[in-house]
């Protein structure tokens, strides 16, 4: 049985930072690419980053380049979101997603091509 299982999200104020983590188990972790995604009150599940199998390659949304790192540990099967300088936006349930790309696609940005999902951590930030 696949399981992703997020945690580390909590309130926070303006500025500040959190860092979630993503455990995933019951597959080979290795070999998918893991996403982040975010979604707010009202709103749409929008892509936040993504990280390649081996961890060199990334890809952010522009509303946190600059400010979120999303980096994976392959040998403890986690996958790893650091938010700094945080802004009340940023305020949503975060989730993490795996993905099996084809071998020629660039990391997909889009929810539904994730095979597996988490069941999210609220992150809040207070103004």
């Known amino acids: 049985q696949v399981q992703l299982v997020e945690s580390g999200g909590g309130l926070v104020q303006a500025g500040g930072s959190l860092r979630l983590s993503c455990a995933v188990s019951g597959l080979t972790f290795s070999r998918y690419v893991m996403g982040w995604f975010r979604q707010a009150p009202g709103k749409e599940r929008e892509f936040v980053a993504a990280?390649?199998?081996?961890?060199?390659?990334?890809s952010y949304a522009d509303s946190v380049k600059g400010r979120f790192t999303t980096s994976r540990d392959n040998a403890k099967n986690t996958v790893y979101l650091q938010l700094n300088s945080l802004k009340p936006e940023d305020t949503a349930v975060y989730f993490c997603a795996a993905d099996t790309p084809p071998a020629w696609s660039g990391l997909r940005r889009g929810p539904g091509s994730y095979d597996y999902w988490g069941q999210g951590t609220q992150v809040t930030v207070s103004s």
């Open positions: 990280i390649r199998q081996g961890g060199v390659s990334t």
